[in-house]
């Protein structure tokens, strides 16, 4: 007989076998689920009630000293020859000092000008004439500056006594005598730039040499002009350099101020330029319509680190406030300045340099933390702002702040308690 498996047991079987589910009534169900939502909220206010007696309060102070404001005036030494400051720092009546060093650069610039005055070029045509003589056949000579005039009535001159020789018989012909001289027009100017030509002597007219004696030239004249140019004086060279040298100084201070190390300062009243070079790149009446000039200057200045200056004068200020007060966290204020008594102090190449310093410093009275913890355990916050104000004339306010924030008194161990000090607000 085969048996038979069921995956899921009919009812039947169930009720043979004895199985089954029971089913509890709706009273019963409810009682269980209110269990299960008081047990976790009682536990809670268990916590609660726990951390309300058991948990250590803590207490934040914050407290804001009473400041003023302190003045002083000294002076400090900028000293080449310190290589640090010194540590510790040493503050006396005597004049303190701080390190100091000269930076220098040099700085060529060069700046195109125009030439002003405009003057007039001329000059004169030049070339060679060939002098005749058909005459006769005796020399005959001509003093300086005698004239010779184109056949286009251009004149011309000669520079030098000339003697031309005397015409002579050639092949039964007579050939005139000649010599060659130069000459020069006697105005300036392109118009004389004429071509070959024939030239008489007009000092001869009248009489019967004129037609005998007569010169030719075979080339053209050359050299005659008139036109206007710009000329360079004496003035310009001398403008030009003032304001290049001007401006040179200006651009080399300008440079040297812009590469001062970082943390570094650098004060215009210790700031020394010259020039090095002057070279203008013409001269008093040459022909240009314009120049250049250049120049070349040098400056130099002496500079210290702004921390050595404010390490300097915390510990100046500190010195002289005593030991009861303290510089707030807003610092101190300083002016240096160079005293206008003392010009000599200008020069920089002096080992030190003494500046008037102006100190201005917000300090306060310091507040004995430890004191206030131990008189404000287990107080509540009015009694702990009465108490603090009327027992520390050095504080102006104060504020409490407790935690847990159903605490009402402050703590019973200083270590739960913190101090603030505030100085804004």
Do not use: C
């Not at 058909?134 to 004239?147: D, K």
């Not at 004429?194 to 019967?208: H, M, R, V």
């Not at 080399?252 to 210790?270: A, F, G, H, R």
């Amino acid at each position: 007989m085969e048996q038979k498996i069921y995956d899921i047991i009919p009812p039947e079987a169930v009720q043979e076998r004895g199985f089954g589910i029971e089913k509890k009534p709706p009273e019963e169900r409810g009682r269980f689920f209110k269990k299960r939502f008081w047990a976790p909220l009682i536990f809670l206010i268990l916590i609660g009630v726990a951390a309300f007696f058991f948990i250590e309060p803590k207490a934040e102070i914050e407290i804001w000293p009473k400041t003023k404001v302190q003045d002083f005036e000294t002076q400090i030494a900028l000293d080449k020859t310190l290589e640090s400051l010194n540590s510790p720092i040493l503050i006396s009546n005597a004049t303190g000092a701080i390190p100091a060093k000269i930076i220098d650069i040099e700085k060529t610039v060069s700046q195109e000008f125009t030439a002003s005055e405009i003057i007039t070029k001329e000059s004169k045509a030049r070339g060679k004439i060939r002098a005749y003589n058909n005459y006769s056949t005796l020399l005959q000579s001509f003093v300086p500056q005698t004239r010779f005039m184109s056949d286009s009535g251009k004149v011309f001159m000669i520079q030098e006594k000339i003697t031309v020789p005397g015409k002579k018989l050639e092949n039964g012909k007579w050939a005139p005598g000649f010599v060659d001289v130069e000459v020069i027009a006697a105005e300036a100017g392109p118009d004389y730039n004429i071509p070959p030509s024939t030239f008489s002597i007009p000092g001869l007219k009248g009489t019967p040499l004129y037609t005998f004696f007569y010169a030719k030239s075979f080339e053209p004249m050359k050299g005659g002009a008139k036109a206007e140019a710009h000329q360079v004086t004496e003035k310009d060279l001398k403008n030009a350099k003032e304001v290049l040298i001007e401006k040179a100084l200006q651009e080399s201070k300008n440079y040297l101020i812009k590469e001062v190390p970082q943390d570094w300062t650098l004060m215009e009243e210790l700031i020394e330029s010259e020039i090095v070079e002057v070279s203008p790149l013409a001269e008093t009446g040459q022909e240009l319509e314009s120049f250049i000039v250049q120049v070349k200057a040098k400056s130099q200045g002496l500079v210290f680190k702004k921390s050595d200056l404010n390490q300097w004068v915390g510990a100046y200020i500190r010195s002289n406030i005593g030991p009861d007060y303290e510089i707030s966290p807003q610092g101190f204020d300083i002016k240096y300045f160079l005293s206008p008594q003392k010009e000599t102090t200008k020069n920089i190449e002096k080992s030190k340099i003494v500046l008037n310093l102006d100190l201005s410093a917000k300090i306060y009275s310091k507040v004995d933390t430890e004191a206030i913890k131990r008189q404000i355990l287990g107080k509540e916050p009015i009694q702990i702002q009465r108490d603090v104000l009327k027992n520390f004339s050095e504080i102006n306010k104060v504020e409490v702040k407790l935690w847990p924030f159903w605490k009402t008194s402050a703590p019973l161990e200083v270590e739960n308690i913190k101090i603030n000090l505030n100085f804004e607000g």
